[in-house]
Structure formats: structure tokens, C-alpha cells
């Protein structure tokens, strides 16, 4: 009798325990599957994660609290801590199985490489996807579009080559794009941005330090571009199409293509705040109309082909000559008098 008694008792005592919520953050069993698998699956990692302990305690982890679920995962070496994460190896697919996750980011590992890998295109509740200042390398892969709550995708300065994939457009959601710092080739997609909704959404392209040719998208027209950095690059054509007195554009850097339009034409947005073309070959004068421009406090036209004199008064700032030198007849303050 006594002993049935313990038995129950003991049976008891075991789902208690089992069921008992040492916190109401306990993280989910299938996740914690996942990131042990992660950090296994590195060649080497400074990561201390152990199953002895809450995931949701975990270094770099972040977990919905009345879920369990792991929302984010975020590695960052910075200049305070610049060696301290070790993931030695690639992405691991495993991340893939963290189906909750909405921001992954790994900023300044170092020792990160390989190419991202298709499993992560699992990840339905991802927004914010930002590997910077990595090893990784491979293609920008035309499996991100399937990302389809994405709204960030910030892969800057790491190995990635080949060609922007037009897929990338067809996100409804994603209007924040920096893939500066790559190899990547060939035209920027005239897609990008098209599937955005809501169309009200200000856009930010950052392609700069590449190797992308052809000439800008005129669709970049029909969206609400605030900041865009194509420079060092090797653009051609036209780019006027960008500006216009009721267009959102705040800043702007085209340096350091092939650009050639007419700047005489173009009108600046209202609130333009810093615009680089210099290192181009744009024709023309500067617009008179800049002076009218409240909060621009940078302005680089340096080594083009313009002409003509420098407008002056008004709310223009002054800016050091070499910001205007090497055009074909620039001139007046700060350059010499205009004859
Ligand atoms: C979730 O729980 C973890 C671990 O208890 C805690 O560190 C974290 O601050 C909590 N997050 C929120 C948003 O409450
Ligand atoms: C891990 O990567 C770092 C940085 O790239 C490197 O210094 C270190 O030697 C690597 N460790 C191993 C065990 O591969
Ligand atoms: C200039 O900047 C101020 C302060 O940020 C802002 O309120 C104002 O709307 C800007 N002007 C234009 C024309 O964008």
C-alpha cells in the first residue's frame, strides 16, 4: 500500500516537475534543438551556450517571453569588443529551423565564411537579415525573395559576388537595401522595389563599392528613394530622373561612375540634406534653385564637365574649392571669379 503510495507519489512529483514553468520564458524544446545545432555545427565558436541553462539566457539570444519562441539572434564584434565572437565556419542551415526568428545579424565576425545558405529562406517571420563585415561569400541568392516578411536585408562589406537578383523586387515589404561592399556585377534591377506595399514607404539603397554596371533603373522614379549610394561603381546614363523639387531624397552619393547628364535641367528635392556626384562626367551648370535649399550641408560636384558660376547666398553653405575643382569652367567663390 505505502509503496503503490510513493509510486503515485514519485509519478506525481515527475510531471510536476516536468510541466512546472521555471519561468514563463522557458525556451521552446525545437529551438533549442536548433541552436545547440548551430553552435556544433561550427568548426570552432566562443559561444558558451549549454542545455543546463534557459536558452532564453543565452548569449546573443532573444526569445518572445510568453512564447519561449527565439525572435533573434545578434553577434556583433565591435570596436569595444573587436575579437570576442569566434563562429569559425558558415552560416550554419540549422538556423534555419529557428522558425520564429525575425532579426539575425552578424556584424563584424570575422571569421564567418562560406555562402548563405538556402535553408534560411525557412524563415517566413524574418525582417531584418544583416550580415556585415563577414568572410561570406557566394551570391546574394535569389532565395532571400521567398523571405517574404523581410524588410531589411543589409549585407555589407563581406565576399558576396555575382548579380543583384531581380527576385529581391517582388518583396512587399522590404524597402531597406545595402549591399555595398561586395563584388557584384552586372545592372541594377529595374524590379527593386516593385511588389513594396505600401508604395507610401521611404526607400534606401545602398549599392555603393562594387562593380555594377549599366545604367540606374528609371524605376527608382516611382518609389520613395530617401537615401541612395551608388558610388564606386561603374554606372552610365542618365540619373536626373532621381531629383525633383517633391521627391524625398535626403542623401545622395553617385561618385565615382560614368554618369553623364545635364545638371542645368535637374532640381533638387527640398529636403536634400548631402549630395556626392563628383567623379563623373555631368555637363551643365548648377541649378540657381540649390540656394533655396534649407538643410543641405554637403555638396561635392567635383570632376565633372559643369560650367558656369557657383550660386551663392540664400541658405547655401560654404564648401571648400575642392569640392568643385576639375570641371571643365566652374567658377566664382570659391573657385577663382568668373571672367
Ligand atoms: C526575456 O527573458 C530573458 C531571460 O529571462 C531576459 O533576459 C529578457 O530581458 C526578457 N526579454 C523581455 C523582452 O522581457
Ligand atoms: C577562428 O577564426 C579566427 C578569426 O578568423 C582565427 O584567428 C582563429 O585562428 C580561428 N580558429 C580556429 C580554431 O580555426
Ligand atoms: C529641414 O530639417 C528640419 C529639421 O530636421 C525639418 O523639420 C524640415 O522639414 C526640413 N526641411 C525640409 C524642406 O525637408
Redesign the pocket.
Known amino acids: 500500500m505505502s509503496s503503490t503510495f510513493t509510486i503515485a507519489a514519485a509519478i506525481l512529483l515527475f510531471f510536476a516537475l516536468l510541466v512546472s514553468p521555471s519561468s514563463s520564458s522557458a525556451c521552446n524544446k525545437q529551438d533549442e534543438k536548433a541552436l545547440l545545432a548551430f553552435k556544433n555545427s561550427f568548426?570552432?565558436t566562443s559561444l558558451k551556450w549549454s542545455p543546463s541553462t534557459d536558452c532564453c539566457t543565452w548569449d546573443f539570444v532573444g526569445c518572445d517571453n510568453t512564447t519561449g519562441r527565439v525572435t533573434s539572434l545578434y553577434f556583433e564584434n565591435n570596436n569595444i569588443h573587436p575579437?570576442s565572437i569566434?563562429l569559425?565556419g558558415s552560416i550554419p542551415s540549422a538556423t534555419g529551423d529557428l522558425s520564429s526568428l525575425e532579426t539575425l545579424r552578424f556584424r563584424g565576425i570575422?571569421?564567418l565564411n562560406g555562402p548563405i545558405p538556402p535553408q534560411l529562406s525557412k524563415l517566413k517571420k524574418l525582417q531584418s537579415l544583416e550580415i556585415y563585415v563577414t568572410?561570406v561569400s557566394g551570391p546574394v541568392p535569389s532565395f532571400l525573395s521567398e523571405l517574404t516578411s523581410l524588410k531589411e536585408l543589409k549585407l555589407g562589406y563581406n565576399k558576396l559576388s555575382g548579380t543583384i537578383p531581380p527576385s529581391l523586387g517582388s518583396l512587399a515589404h522590404l524597402a531597406d537595401i545595402g549591399l555595398f561592399g561586395n563584388q557584384l556585377t552586372g545592372t541594377i534591377p529595374a524590379s527593386l522595389f516593385g511588389g513594396l506595399n505600401p508604395k507610401s514607404s521611404l526607400v534606401s539603397l545602398v549599392l555603393s563599392h562594387n562593380k555594377l554596371t549599366g545604367s540606374i533603373p528609371r524605376s527608382l522614379a516611382d518609389v520613395r528613394v530617401s537615401s541612395l549610394y551608388l558610388q564606386n561603381n561603374n554606372l552610365d546614363g542618365d540619373a536626373s530622373f532621381l531629383f525633383g523639387r517633391s521627391k524625398f531624397l535626403t542623401q545622395v552619393s553617385l561618385a565615382n561612375n560614368n554618369l553623364a547628364f545635364d545638371l542645368d535641367k535637374v532640381e533638387f528635392p527640398l529636403g536634400l540634406l548631402f549630395i556626392d556626384i563628383s567623379h563623373n562626367k555631368i555637363y551643365g551648370s548648377i541649378p540657381a534653385q540649390i540656394v533655396e535649399l534649407p538643410n543641405l550641408s554637403y555638396i561635392d560636384v567635383s570632376s565633372n564637365r559643369l560650367c558656369g558660376k557657383i550660386p551663392s547666398g540664400g541658405k547655401f553653405v560654404q564648401l571648400p574649392a575642392e569640392n568643385y575643382e576639375h570641371n571643365k569652367c566652374l567658377c566664382g567663390t570659391p573657385l577663382p571669379p568668373c571672367k
Open positions: 568548426l570552432y575579437e569566434f569559425n570575422t571569421s568572410q
